[in-house]
């Protein structure tokens, strides 16, 4: 009897826990935790009693795209600063009927022409001016403050020269000097028999004796003159002559001679 006791109770059993099973309220599933997003959690409250809460830690900085530095751009170039001219100083603007000659003061180049001497000291220099095919020109030259033009002309014929000469006469002598100029040929002397001036397209006879140290001069239309070096120096003579006679025949082909 025991033994069927036990088997209805544990039937019994069996039954009410099945129906425990059935009946009773099942637990709703705890839905997954989300993963944690990159936001930063708020910064709680402070405490209370003033006591600092701990920072939050910031975000990692986006860096930013540098921008382009612009190009640099040169700086104009400065011009060159004007030649001023000193106030008290002289400028002179130099020209010649012959382009491209060649300048020089005190010995100095200047340039070719034309051509402008600037800032020169007031007072007297050397001019020398050349060009090929023409003779130099040399000279001294006044400088005032200020500018002034200058023409050079080497086509027009220049002549200032002079020699210490004396004439013989048929009966004794007499000294004097030979002068030439574009405008002629003169003699200067005390003996007021022998004194001439003429022009050198009227001089009949010019002709230099280097052995016998003599230069024969006969005006047209008029008397012969014999002249001789002081000290018997035929250079001299020579010289005198030589310039003369290349003046004589560039007036004879048509130069213009020289006002000045």
Same mark, same amino acid.
């Given at each position: 009897? #025991?033994?069927?006791?036990?088997?209805?109770?544990?039937?019994?059993?069996? %039954? %009410?826990?099945?129906?425990?099973?059935?009946?009773?309220?099942?637990?709703?599933?705890?839905? %997954? &935790?989300? $993963?944690? @997003?990159?936001?930063?959690?708020? #910064? /709680?409250? $402070?405490?209370?009693?003033?006591?600092?809460?701990?920072?939050?830690?910031?975000?990692?900085?986006?860096?930013?795209? *540098?921008?382009?530095?612009?190009?640099?751009?040169?700086?104009?170039? &400065?011009?060159?600063?004007?030649?001023?001219?000193?106030?008290?100083?002289?400028?002179?603007?130099?020209?010649?009927?012959?382009?491209?000659?060649?300048?020089?003061?005190?010995?100095?180049?200047?340039?070719? @022409?034309?051509?402008? %001497?600037?800032?020169?000291?007031?007072? +007297?220099?050397?001019?020398?001016?050349?060009? &090929?095919?023409?003779?130099?020109?040399?000279?001294?030259?006044?400088?005032?403050? =200020?500018?002034?033009?200058?023409?050079?002309?080497?086509? &027009?014929?220049?002549?200032?020269?002079?020699?210490?000469?004396?004439?013989?006469?048929?009966?004794?002598?007499?000294?004097?000097?030979?002068?030439?100029? /574009?405008? =002629?040929?003169?003699? +200067? @002397?005390?003996?007021?028999?022998?004194?001439?001036?003429?022009?050198?397209?009227?001089?009949?006879?010019?002709?230099?004796?280097?052995?016998?140290?003599?230069?024969?001069?006969?005006?047209?239309?008029?008397?012969?003159?014999?002249? +001789?070096?002081?000290?018997?120096?035929?250079?001299?003579?020579?010289?005198?002559?030589?310039?003369?006679?290349?003046?004589?025949?560039?007036?004879?082909?048509?130069? *213009?001679?020289? #006002?000045?």
């Amino acid at each position: 009897m #025991s033994s069927r006791v036990l088997a209805i109770a544990a039937i019994c059993a069996v %039954a %009410a826990i099945g129906a425990a099973f059935v009946f009773l309220p099942r637990r709703a599933p705890v839905p %997954a &935790e989300a $993963p944690a @997003t990159d936001a930063p959690a708020a #910064s /709680p409250a $402070p405490a209370a009693g003033g006591a600092a809460a701990p920072e939050a830690s910031a975000a990692p900085a986006v860096p930013r795209p *540098r921008a382009a530095r612009p190009e640099a751009v040169p700086a104009p170039a &400065e011009a060159a600063p004007a030649v001023v001219e000193a106030p008290d100083a002289g400028t002179l603007r130099i020209e010649s009927d012959v382009p491209g000659a060649q300048v020089f003061i005190d010995r100095q180049f200047i340039g070719t @022409t034309p051509v402008t %001497a600037a800032n020169l000291k007031p007072g +007297t220099h050397q001019l020398n001016v050349s060009a &090929e095919g023409f003779d130099g020109v040399a000279r001294p030259i006044d400088v005032e403050a =200020g500018s002034r033009d200058l023409m050079i002309r080497f086509k &027009e014929v220049r002549l200032d020269t002079r020699v210490a000469v004396v004439h013989k006469h048929r009966m004794g002598s007499c000294k004097g000097e030979l002068v030439a100029t /574009p405008q =002629g040929l003169q003699y +200067t @002397t005390d003996d007021k028999e022998d004194r001439f001036a003429v022009a050198l397209a009227d001089l009949e006879q010019f002709q230099v004796d280097y052995q016998e140290k003599n230069l024969k001069v006969k005006v047209r239309r008029g008397k012969q003159y014999n002249f +001789t070096d002081p000290d018997g120096n035929a250079d001299r003579l020579f010289v005198f002559h030589r310039d003369v006679d290349k003046a004589r025949q560039r007036i004879a082909s048509g130069d *213009r001679p020289a #006002s000045d």
